[in-house]
């Protein structure tokens, strides 16, 4: 019940990783204000699976591109729980495509999903949390650190996530503590979409681990980095990805 008492926000969090998250913070104790855009339906069978938990679900409707979404949904989560403690940017999307047909829309939809809804959902929570103490987990990838053809959009924000958690660390440190996760090829619908499209899945030879992550696996880690026993860590980013990187 290491979270007990406190409110955490979890941004994209009806599926993937996102619930994991969620999962893992609610048998921690903690209210959970879960962030979708038009997943109400999920929401609700979320609530009744993971009823029998300790914590509690708030229900957090926001588009999180539009900064007057975030502010009401941050004001409104305040306003319900009265504290607001740990923020996990996870709302993420991204699409398999060649550089040279990438258009317009798709660098701003991708971008604005994965890079900008950082941005916006930081500066509305962090004025709440800088008088109590906080922590704020942004979900990078691994292919920020690595890139890979035909993802230049989803590599460029989550090259972008990273470089904000760092700045945003050295502003608002000690009061805040912000780090980023950077997972590997995780089983979500996500990358069950990408290899649709691309008609490829991951070389598992390429994994020394010789599988993809589950999202509870991702889970842990941010549970880590927004709990007391991560206390010196400020600007890290973490990286489970069952050995990629090395490729």
């Known amino acids: 019940m290491e979270f007990s008492g406190k409110t955490v926000l979890i941004t994209g969090a009806v599926t993937g990783i996102g619930r994991a998250a969620a999962e893992a913070f ?12 038009d997943r109400s339906a999920q929401f609700a069978g979320m609530a009744d699976a993971l009823s029998d938990l300790p914590g509690k679900l708030v229900e957090c409707e926001a588009d999180v591109r539009v900064a007057d979404a975030v502010q009401h949904m941050v004001d409104g989560l305040m306003k319900e729980t009265g504290r607001l403690d740990v923020l ?13 047909e990438t258009t317009e829309e798709d660098w701003d939809a991708i971008i604005d999903t994965d890079l900008k809804s950082v941005f916006l959902c930081c500066r509305a929570a962090i004025p709440y949390m800088r008088a109590r103490g906080g922590t704020i987990v942004n979900i990078a990838s691994e292919l920020a650190l690595s890139g890979r053809a035909h993802f230049a959009p989803y590599t460029a924000a989550k090259g972008g996530v990273i470089s904000l958690t760092r700045s ?6 000690p009061a805040i503590r912000v780090n980023a ?3 590997g090829p995780t089983r979500t619908p996500l990358l069950e979409k990408e290899a649709q499209a691309s008609g490829h899945k991951e070389d598992m030879d390429e994994i020394p681990l010789g599988r993809y992550a589950e999202p509870s ?17 400020c600007g890290d980013v973490i990286s489970p990805n069952g050995g990629a990187v090395m490729r």
């Open 26 to 37: 609610l048998r921690e104790g903690a209210t959970v204000g879960v962030n979708h855009l």
């Open 88 to 100: 996990v940017n996870n709302a993420g999307i991204s699409q398999v495509k060649p550089f040279l």
């Open 168 to 173: 945003l660390a050295r502003e608002f440190a």
């Open 181 to 183: 996760v950077a997972p």
């Open 217 to 233: 696996e991702i889970a842990g880690s941010i549970l880590f980095l927004a709990s007391p026993r991560a206390s010196y860590y």
